[in-house]
Structure formats: C-alpha cells, structure tokens
C-alpha cells in the first residue's frame, strides 16, 4: 500500500489541532470518513485498492487516533464533525472530493451535503441510513467507552473479536490482531487500549429513551447527487426496510449492494463491496 502524508490542520473551533492521512495520487479527491469508534487506519483495507488512483483524504475525528480528545464532550457530533471537515478540505485545498462515509461518518456526509448542498460529485454510504436500527444502537451503546486497558495485543484481539464477532463471522485470529491494531494504541504503562476518548460514549447516555432525530430530511437533500448504499447482509444497524426508503426518495442515480456474511459495518474491501464501488467510482468522480 501507498504511504501517506501525515497532515494536521487547526479544528474549525480553531481550539485543536487535528491529524489526518493524505494519500497522494493524481487523480480525483476523495474524502474517507470512519465509524464512532475507529480512526483512519480503519480504511487501511480500502486504502490497498484505492491509492495511486485517488488521492485519498482520511482524517481521525476529533477524539480519535492521533487527533486530541476535545475537553468538552458535548463538541462529540456530527454538525461539529462536518464542520472540521470543511475545515480540512480547506487546508488542503481540495474543493469538490467525493465523499465516503461509514457508519457515523455517513450521518456526517449528509450533514457536510445540507451545510454545502451540490458540494460532492458522488457519496458512499457504508451500512447507515436515516433510520438506525434500536438494536444496532443498544448494541454499540452497551461497549463504546466501557472497560479497562487490555493486559497486551492478544487481550485486545479477543475484545475486537468479542464485540464484533457477529457481524464477521468468518474472521480468524489474524484478522482480529490486525483489527486491534488499527483501533487501538498502547498507553504509558505499556497496556493496551481502544484509540479513542471514552467520553464519545456521552452520546449513547440515553438511548432507548429518547426519540431519534428525524434524518430524512437530511437523506432528501442529497437531490440527484448519485449515491451508492453498501449494507451488510447480517446489518443489524442499516435495516433493508430503511434502504428501500431510501431508494424511493432519491432522485438521483441510485446504486446498493448487500454484502454477504458481513453486518455493520463492511471493511469495503470484500469482493462484493469492491465490484460495486470501483465502477460506481469510475463513473461518478473519474
């Protein structure tokens, strides 16, 4: 795989300094957005089937990976998220990328398309929609921010494969190594732990009791800009029901796949992510 750059530019509060990857490439921008509880390494499979062709922009949110925890939790969501974004497109003075989005990031590609409507030739939703599944939500809000450091490597491995294990049902040992080092770090002490501020779990405080905001809206003001929905087949996150509604209501080129043996979220390096992806990138960013 193509190394990076590391980049780092100032948070559009102007209180952070963040970090993201800039893969370099010649051809058209595009802008890869991770999960609630992953970071930029967490396209690093994508990234093997994507750089030199793209160039390929894959920050850490703010609270992530090797940008800083924000001292105010309640700065964790995604209006100031979309908004950091623009912030780094604007340090690197990239304009119109396509944009990627998987689980969170998604809700934030909706959220970057209603603060710059028509700003994004083409948009990859991975496993999200504007409905989330209660079970999907009481599922991520029972581990995010919970439990202590791991012992070493091998502890972190088995809690990756232990959370997530139902939605790969394929993976090996190797696969859970490799998933644990993408997301997480080794602290001072020498243990190991997720790469990320527990306080994000701030958000999920109240799940179950309060009713989900409305993001249709959201989902219609992407008019005809052509959108590709990737599910996992075992989603228990991104209903099928949610992705049919979301067919109905869009105007613009509309393109889905399932992905077998997979729930929430798809690496997006499986085969069937891949044959639906390449050409849809082909024909809407270049």
């Known amino acids: 795989m193509m190394d990076y750059i590391e980049h780092r530019y100032t948070s559009a509060c102007g209180q952070l300094e963040l970090f993201a990857r800039d893969y370099p490439a010649d051809g058209p921008a595009l802008l890869l957005m991770h999960g609630l509880t992953r970071n930029s390494a967490d396209?690093?499979?994508l990234a093997a089937h994507l750089a030199g062709k793209y160039?390929?922009?894959?920050?850490d949110q703010r609270g992530r990976?090797?940008?800083?925890d924000d001292p105010d939790p309640a700065n964790y969501r995604p209006d100031i998220y979309a908004a950091d974004m623009f912030a780094l497109l604007e340090s690197l003075g990239v304009e119109r990328p396509g944009l990627i989005g998987t689980s969170m990031g998604g809700v934030m590609a909706m959220v970057m398309n209603a603060m710059k409507p028509g700003s994004f030739p083409a948009v990859v939703f991975n496993d999200i929609g504007p409905v989330l599944a209660k079970e999907g939500l009481a599922r991520i809000g029972g581990y995010v921010g919970g439990g202590e450091p791991f012992?070493?490597?091998n502890s972190a491995?088995?809690?990756c494969a232990a959370i997530n294990a139902d939605a790969f049902p394929d993976y090996e040992e190797a696969d859970w190594q490799a998933w644990a080092q993408r997301t997480c770090r080794t602290l001072p002490d020498?243990?190991?732990?997720?790469?990320?501020?527990?306080a994000i779990a701030s958000g999920f405080a109240d799940i179950g009791e309060t009713p989900q905001p409305d993001?249709?809206?959201?989902?219609?003001?992407?008019g005809e800009t052509p959108v590709l929905v990737i599910r996992g087949a075992l989603s228990d996150l991104l209903a099928a029901d949610t992705v049919a509604g979301m067919k109905a209501r869009h105007s613009g080129p509309f393109a889905q796949v399932d992905v077998p043996n997979r729930g929430h979220a798809p690496m997006l390096d499986e085969p069937a992510v891949?044959?639906?992806?390449l050409p849809f990138l082909k024909e809407h960013i270049g």
């Not at 020498?190 to 527990?198: E, K, L, M, S």
């Open 43 to 45: 396209f690093e499979p």
């Open 190 to 198: 020498g243990r190991v732990a997720f790469a990320y501020d527990p």
């Open 274 to 277: 891949l044959d639906a992806l």
């Open 65 to 68: 990976g090797l940008s800083p």
């Open 215 to 222: 993001l249709w809206p959201l989902w219609d003001m992407l």
């Open 151 to 153: 012992a070493d490597w």
């Open 55 to 59: 160039r390929l922009i894959v920050p």
């Open 157 to 159: 491995a088995a809690a």
